[in-house]
């Protein structure tokens, strides 16, 4: 069975700090993950996804995630958040055996000027 | 420009009415996908479609119906029978399925009034 945690519903930063959101999995088969960002009433973008190439995923607009089988965590992380990063973020894996995705509830970033 | 489009952005509907949200991908997409998303809430999977003619119930198919005349089409009726049916819905498409991405639409918010 497969299923995404995401460990904070809302995470609030100052401009120009680092961001960390937090997002652990549950898969019986070696997972693909993705990290997609959703500004309000908008559809989702894909950040970035992981399908077992390299552990540390780069992504766009400067996130990055990185894989953590040991942990079975997949958490995103920006060095320097800017107030366009201000969105509604999900974590979602895919069990690689069917095309069904299973979604995080999301974690709001709010960006403190 | 390739993408997915989904029209109207913005439906209202009377109760005890039954009304389709359109869905149309020009990415020469195999699979098609319709979520719903309440809030607080991941995406839920309503339907899915992985090939023309063909299509399988999500987790919450009930109060919906779907079909897959075109490879480029997924409509989605939200049909009298769902209890709760205001909502933000979701379209999305894949090139196959297991690791590919998803890649969605705008989205439509209907609201029964």
């Known amino acids: 069975a497969q299923s995404v945690t995401q460990l904070d519903s809302h995470v609030s930063v100052s401009e120009g700090t680092p961001v960390l959101l937090r997002c652990n999995y549950s898969s019986s088969y070696s997972p693909s993950l993705f990290w997609y960002v959703q500004h309000p009433n908008k559809g989702l973008q894909l950040l970035l996804k992981y399908t077992s190439a390299a552990t540390l995923v780069k992504g766009i607009n400067g996130f990055e995630a990185e894989f953590k089988k040991s942990e079975t965590s997949f958490h995103l992380t920006k060095p320097s958040a800017h107030m366009s990063d201000e969105a509604e973020y999900f974590c979602?894996?895919?069990?690689?055996?069917?095309?069904?995705?299973?979604f995080g509830t999301g974690t709001s970033l709010t960006v403190i000027p | 420009d390739g993408g997915i489009t989904q029209s109207p952005k913005y439906l209202f509907r009377k109760e005890g009415q039954n009304v389709t949200l359109s869905c149309e991908q020009n990415?020469?997409?195999?699979?098609m996908y319709w979520y719903r998303q309440d809030p607080g809430q991941g995406l839920r999977l309503i339907y899915y479609s992985q090939i023309v003619n063909d299509f399988q119930k999500g987790d919450i198919a009930e109060g919906y119906s779907v079909s897959r005349e075109k490879k480029e089409s997924f409509p989605l009726t939200v049909t009298s029978a769902q209890k709760n049916p205001t909502a933000f819905y979701l379209c999305?498409?894949?090139w196959g399925e297991g690791t590919d991405t998803q890649y969605f639409g705008p989205g439509t918010r209907l609201t029964v009034l």
């Open positions: 979602v894996v895919s069990a690689n055996t069917g095309n069904q995705f299973y």
């Open positions: 999305a498409s894949e």
């Open positions: 990415l020469n997409h195999d699979a």
